[in-house]
């Protein structure tokens, strides 16, 4: 009896010195880059044609280089529902075969020069026009310490790049590129794509504020050349001819003589490669006065600077002036005209137009 007593003691001693020895051997070899480390959410790499390097832990990186405000915040239980599913729906669309040739683009120096950066706050800010884009520029300017407040930059001041003390990410080296696109808070705003075009068409057609007078006497003639039906027209471009062009699938070779002017209405795609640049935040022009205020509480910069005050109304989708505008032109030509930014639409969330559903 006395022989059993001491043969279950062993055995169980035998049982805890197992259990102890698989707790040390779990803690010891727990995988460093884990243990401890909130994990991410799947995210797209960015992918340029820029070699991609592998960046070095934080812990090694260069001061300039260390991530700031909310550059990593893409856990879902940190952000507002409506930005998580924005970013989603991105993601979704970018992986939706079907529509790659409308959703994916190279990441070219034409890209690269429409993103501008402010390094002392670890910002980059892609260039959509017609959304509000000078405001943004204006509040990265005062950032840069170029000028002390948004009040103080003159206008003229604003798309001169040579002196509102604004980089474009282009001017950067192919590392230096790549390390910012990996580190920095990247945000872009967009809006109802056909609302932008009409936005782009009064400003750079009609209206002409800042006389750019290339928009009138040479981009609107080659326009007219190739695109008015009716020849005995005399007026100047007019809305029908500016959607024919664009709605026309080999209208890129026109593109090449008008040069960077194209930016006003080409696609949110083509400007700022979505599917290729994995971006922190894209606001809504349409919900800009929420919008803006998150974006800024992001990049860890709400405490430095505001936007601009919004006029009231001003960003809100206006239905009737986009049925108006449309209202004279085929279906042909609008369908022609969706297909090219049906990327656009898709990426961003945005409905296809009621009058092409009837």
């Known amino acids: 009896m006395h022989h059993q007593w001491l043969l279950l003691a062993a055995c169980f001693w035998v049982i805890f010195m197992f259990m102890v020895a698989s707790k040390f051997i779990t803690l010891t070899f727990k995988d460093p880059d884990v243990y401890g480390v909130k994990q991410e959410p799947l995210m797209l790499t ?23 405000g909310n550059v990593f915040s893409e856990d879902p239980m940190h952000q507002p529902l409506v ?13 939706d075969a079907a529509l790659r040739n409308l959703s994916h683009t190279t990441v070219s120096k034409f890209v690269l020069d429409r993103i501008f950066v402010c390094d002392k706050h670890k910002i980059l800010f892609c260039q959509t026009p017609k ?22 930059i003159p206008e003229n001041i604003v798309h001169d790049h040579e002196k509102n003390g604004l980089p474009r990410l282009s001017s950067f080296s192919d590392s230096e590129i790549q390390k910012r696109l990996n580190l920095y808070f990247k945000f872009f705003i967009v809006r109802d794509p056909f609302e932008r075009l009409i936005s782009a068409f009064k400003d750079k057609f009609v209206h002409n504020p800042r006389f750019e ?28 001819d500016f959607v024919r ?29 979505p599917c290729e640049i994995t971006y922190s935040v894209i606001g809504h022009h349409e919900t800009l006065e929420d919008d803006a205020p998150y974006i800024l509480k992001e990049a860890g910069i709400d405490h430095l600077v505001s936007y601009p005050t919004i006029p009231p109304g001003i960003t809100v989708y206006n239905k009737t ?18 297909a090219h930014f049906e990327g656009d639409f898709k990426l961003f969330g945005y409905r296809e137009p009621d009058f092409l559903l009837n």
């Open 46 to 68: 960015a992918m340029t044609k820029v070699e991609k390097i592998q960046v070095p832990e934080e812990k090694c990186l260069p001061e300039e280089f260390q991530p700031t």
């Open 83 to 95: 930005h998580v599913k924005r970013i989603e729906l991105l993601r979704n669309v970018c992986r």
């Open 131 to 152: 959304v509000g884009n000078t405001q943004w520029k204006k509040v990265l300017i005062v950032l840069n310490g170029a000028f002390s407040s948004i009040e103080e």
């Open 213 to 240: 007078p290339w928009y009138r006497h040479e981009i609107a003639p080659g326009i007219i050349r190739k695109y008015r039906k009716n020849r005995t027209e005399t007026r100047g471009l007019q809305f029908e």
């Open 245 to 273: 062009y664009l709605g026309d699938p080999n209208h890129r070779w026109l593109d090449v003589h008008f040069g960077d002017h194209i930016i006003h209405w080409v696609t949110y795609v083509e400007l700022c490669a």
């Open 321 to 338: 002036k986009v049925e108006r505008y449309f209202s004279g032109i085929s279906k042909r030509d609008i369908r022609r005209l969706y």
